[in-house]
């Protein structure tokens, strides 16, 4: 379960001076569901799944993980939280299986128990062949799998996904959203940030649309397209932001 | 404790991570083992080949004037070292011009003078200062005009029945107190030190710009950080990595220079012959020394990582450290000049302090009192900027500059 009520960030930049990348923004996941997070390239999806993360601190406003608040207790909530974005890259000199290997570390795994669950992540995702690679010598999908392997190698309760399938060739993009799909199976919570309306489509139960750091509107595909009198995402998404920008 | 697990996990990650990276093999390997032996001995080895070459070479000279003193033509063609070359009349113009080294001028009338005791006038020699070869044709020629006149005022004293040492009431030696390995000690004193120093930098250089720009460049930092690994025990491993790659070079550069030393001066024995004199350096000195500069490496490893976490790229942390080296390397060279000594001032000087102290027990004296207090201030500012690295891992503005 993830809550987040009207948490906000700003930085202050020598160009920009103030800038509010993301304002006053609530939501909230439950277990078992895909929330997505739509906006455009600097809408403010990275800054608040960053926030999420426990990797920046919110200005104002509350999130929690689980019920961990992500201010007060980061590193309880990293524990339960599985992160992957653009920015996540892989250790270049370190093999596949290493990688995967480090992180369940951090998370307290060991021995046994960390080599289980490292066999069965790699067998689970089909990467058995290349686990002993190392990560600079993979191919754009392998690196995506070991990433994917990576986030889950604790076992998260809370899956955060910030365009996962940017960069990846069509095969490879089906396979990340089957996977995505899969944990909600699990029973996970999932938020997951994209500008792809198709995949917000045939994923998400609900879905925010972010435009200059404020959350315009939100619920679930079929209120969202009852509301707005259309029956296609990216129409709800183009109205919603071009009325933004009138107003 | 869970802490502490923590920084061992990503210690040995780091570590893994590094010794897997050819760039920072040679800064720590390569440098330290092949380069810096070369330097010393190399140089030190060039120079005296081409010193001993110098000194066996025939000079050319040329005479001016004295043809009614053909004793005197005739004993200095025949000298050896140098080769009496005919004057067209432009000698000064041809030392100048360095076709020869030198040129000497006899007085008219020298022979008769002496013969007749009379003042001969002035032997001039024509120099060009600062040109090895050039004096050393002059010492030949000073050198023969030297034993020219002893044995002329040998021959008028015994002329006169007065004693040869008339003129010589007593003798004046030297003679060298200090046993081999202090000669040495003071010789290498401050060499040693500062060749410590400067590895202890490059070898922590590269691993601390790579384990924070470099992660950064990579994209690797945003993973690290989502781990839930806490930020103390993440520097705290990355730290640790960067002391032991500076510690070890640093270690590889004293093993290194040690095995230089003895194949260096066994070679330059057969040559020169006081090589064993040099050969005597107390090795647990050197152990000493090596302990103390432990804080140092300490140091450098905090301040070279609070630098590069700031950068956002290895290029940029190129920039930020590369002052660094040369603010590390001044006091390490300032302690190497003759006449700096430990006073209560520089005792604070970072890494200043170190070399001087260091320089101190190269020739066997201990002053524990100032060794402590040089240890403790050098780890108290170790400290400070190991603080400093880990406030700027807490800052989201550095670790996120964009």
């Not at chain 1, 919110?58 to 201010?71: E, H, I, L």
């Not at chain 2, 024509?126 to 002893?150: C, H, I, M, N, P």
């Amino acid at each position: 379960m993830v809550e987040v009520s009207g948490i906000s960030k700003s930085f202050s930049d020598r160009k920009r001076g103030l800038f509010h990348a993301v304002d006053d923004v609530s939501f909230r996941c439950e277990e078992g569901r895909i929330y997505g997070l739509l906006g455009g390239n600097g809408a403010g999806k990275t800054t608040t799944l960053r926030m999420l993360a426990t990797l920046l601190k919110p200005t104002r406003g509350r999130a929690s993980v689980d019920g961990f608040d992500v201010a007060s207790a980061p590193e309880a909530v990293r524990a339960r939280v599985g992160f992957l974005s653009g920015g996540t890259a892989l250790y270049g000199r370190l093999t596949a299986r290493e990688m995967v290997e480090y992180f369940g570390r951090l998370h307290g795994l060991r021995g046994a128990d960390l080599a289980r669950r490292a066999d069965a992540l790699f067998e689970n995702l089909e990467a058995r062949d290349f686990q002993d690679r190392r990560c600079d010598n993979l191919s754009t999908g392998m690196k995506q799998k070991v990433s994917i392997a990576r986030t889950l190698i604790h076992d998260p309760p809370v899956m955060i996904f910030d365009e996962p399938t940017s960069g990846l060739d069509v095969l490879t993009a089906r396979a990340v959203l089957g996977f995505i799909r899969e944990c909600r199976e699990r029973g996970k919570t999932v938020i997951f940030s994209t500008h792809i309306m198709r995949e917000a489509e045939k994923l998400c139960d609900n879905v925010g649309v972010i435009h200059r750091g404020r959350l315009v509107d939100e619920g679930s595909l079929a209120e969202l397209y009852e509301r707005h009198g259309e029956s296609d995402l990216e129409e709800v998404f183009v109205k919603l932001v071009t009325r933004e920008e009138v107003a | 404790m869970r802490v502490l697990r923590q920084v061992r996990v990503v210690y040995l990650k780091e570590l893994i991570d590094i010794l897997r990276d050819r760039r920072a093999l040679i800064s720590m390997i390569v440098v330290p083992l092949v380069v810096i032996p070369l330097l010393m001995f190399g140089l030190g080895a060039l120079s005296f080949v081409v010193m001993e070459q110098a000194r066996q070479e025939q000079h050319r000279v040329i005479v001016i004037d004295g043809e009614d003193s053909p004793g005197v033509l005739d004993k200095l063609g025949a000298l050896q070292g140098i080769t009496v070359v005919p004057d067209s009349g432009d000698a000064i113009d041809r030392v100048l011009r360095r076709d020869v080294r030198a040129a000497v001028r006899i007085p008219d009338g020298f022979e008769a003078a002496v013969e007749e005791e009379r003042s001969t006038g002035e032997v001039t020699l024509y120099t060009f200062e600062g040109d090895v070869k050039s004096s050393l044709a002059a010492q030949v020629l000073r050198e023969f005009f030297r034993e020219l006149r002893d044995d002329v005022v040998e021959r008028r004293l015994t002329d006169r029945d007065l004693a040869a040492d008339l003129l010589e009431p007593f003798t004046v030696e030297t003679r060298n107190v200090a046993p081999p390995e202090k000669v040495t000690g003071s010789a290498l004193g401050g060499v040693i030190p500062y060749i410590i120093i400067l590895l202890c930098v490059t070898g922590a250089m590269y691993p601390a710009m790579d384990l924070t720009a470099g992660e950064k460049e990579r994209g690797t930092m945003e993973t690290i950080l989502s781990s839930p690994v806490s930020r103390l025990a993440l520097v705290l491993g990355k730290y640790l990595v960067v002391v032991t790659a500076s510690v070890a070079t640093a270690l590889l550069a004293v093993g290194s220079l040690g095995v230089a030393l003895v194949f260096g001066f066994s070679l330059l024995e057969n040559g020169a012959g006081d090589g064993e004199a040099l050969l005597a350096l107390d090795p647990l000195s050197l152990v000493a020394v090596f302990f103390l500069l432990i804080p140092v490496a300490c140091l450098f490893s905090a301040a070279l990582l609070a630098l590069s976490v700031f950068a956002r790229s290895f290029k940029e942390a190129q920039t930020y450290v590369s002052p660094l080296l040369l603010l590390a390397i001044l006091p390490a060279i300032a302690a190497t000049l003759p006449g700096v000594e430990l006073n209560s001032t520089l005792l604070w000087a970072p890494v200043l302090n170190i070399a001087l102290v260091s320089k101190e027990m190269m020739i066997g004296s201990y002053d524990w009192g100032a060794i402590g207090l040089v240890f403790a201030t050098t780890s108290l500012y170790a400290a400070l900027a190991l603080a400093v690295a880990v406030r700027l891992f807490y800052r989201e503005s550095v670790l996120f500059r964009s």
